[in-house]
């Protein structure tokens, strides 16, 4: 054949990849994008290079040879976003409703294999009904084989997971084993089994959106970690994500000039936190007036809101944060919490970026319904996550630190490089009224028991409630005016960038599942 000739087949062959017009009416009639117009959204403009275009599906069973087209409903490729290089596959709804068959299956895993050995993030757009019922088993297999390689990738590079249609059956388990799931409002939906089944098998009428949509995984599961109102939205999110996080374990997030002065002194401070501390307050305006301006990004932010995560810059370093909600719950860490906290912390120590907390909590949420589900197990997660971590780990105790939680979020014995404290904090194993209520039970239920009450309660707080106790054991390395919170924050941060620490070589920990 001539070069012409072999040209007049290639282009042919590119062709049939087009989308259907038809299908792509459809697409778009649901108020989705499609596959390619989602990668152009995502990429910088001309770097995505598409491989595999020409894999299409093996299987001869209910006919579908006949259906077969090349890509067989997924797109994989490389590119860059913000100029730095990604790995990224996303599934065509408008075939076969971007079911998951043998070579579909493979094209992923193969991209993911790719990312892996590059050493860069590999981001996923899903759309899909699941595994392609008529493949059976090979589907099935190939589900498998990605599942390996998103844990295999785990910890090594970022994995990024947008829903942006429904998500279904296997397809689900990809997006969980990522370290970031982002979901479109109104549009995507994630479930095992649908609503068809559930009814026949429980008898529980709901629907998609009801069952599994954004609104449920991003404030009730917690399978969600951000929810965007369209998917515009949601691409310049995972963009945003990107500028935090670095492309591998072994390199870290690039450092961005925010133009916030290193010496800007946080005035505001004491306006926002009262020093009553039954009074509360938005943490999220104490995270914003210390870190470099316009830097915070959180993450979870509908989900166990009684603790606040999120990446940030603090004198164009990027640092993750872990603070206490004082208006949810009184900031109390309960199971969700712990699971949101643990899930953060260890995010960030793969990826090298120090840790911050800004600690205001009185300990672990009481009750029946913590202690069935499993508290103790779960609150396990938070001490294994902070005791894991070796970046740099830096506690600020703003107003009350108690018991169980102070360990966690504090104790230098648990790990904490650098401890620091405002001068109304409260460091102590409980609440004063707690700690005489269970001390002085026979003297309070006496005649004169009020008063003894009033009396105990004054004697406590003024030798234990304050952070001069701890700081007399070195348990603080430093009290602070809180105005200077900033500046300590970033000296902290400089002096512990260069920090080294390691871990006895083991196979891997188990942490409390
Ligand atoms: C959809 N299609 C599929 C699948 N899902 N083909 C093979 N395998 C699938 N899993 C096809 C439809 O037959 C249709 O083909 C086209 O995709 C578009 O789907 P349609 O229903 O018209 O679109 P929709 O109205 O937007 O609904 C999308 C949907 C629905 C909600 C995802 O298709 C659906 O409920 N699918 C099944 C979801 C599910 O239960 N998955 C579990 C799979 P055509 O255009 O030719 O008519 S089993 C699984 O994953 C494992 C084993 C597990 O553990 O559960």
Redesign the pocket.
Known sequence: MTINGHMKEFNKKKEEIELDKELVKKQHE?GKLTAEERLALLLDEGSFTEIDEFVELKSHDFELQK?KKARDGVIIGYGKVNKRPVCVYAQD?TF??G??GEMHNRKIAKVMDFALKIGCPVIGLFD???????EGING?DGGGHIFKMNTHCSGVIPQISAILG?C????VYSPALTDFVFMVDKVSYMF???P??IKSVTGEKVD?MDLGGANIHGKKSGVANFVAGSEKECILKIKKLLTYLPQNNLDSPMSIDMGDSKKRMNNSLNDIVPTDPKKSYDVKDVITEVVDKNSFFEVHAEYAQNCVVGFARLNNTVIGIMANQPKILAGCLDINSSDKIAKFVRTCDAFNIPLINFVDVTGFLPGTDQEYNGIIRHGAKILYAYSEATVPKISLVMRKAYGGAYIALVSKEMGYDYVLSWPMAEIAVMGSEQAVNILFRKEISSAKGDKIKKEKINEFSSKFMNPYVAAKEGKIDKVIDPKETRVHLINALEMLLSKREKRPSKKHGNIPL
């Open positions: 649901k259906k709804f076969m409703g079911s998951m899909s009904g699941g595994a392609r019922i008529q099935l429904p279904a059956g296997i397809a095992i089994t649908g068809d089944v998609f």
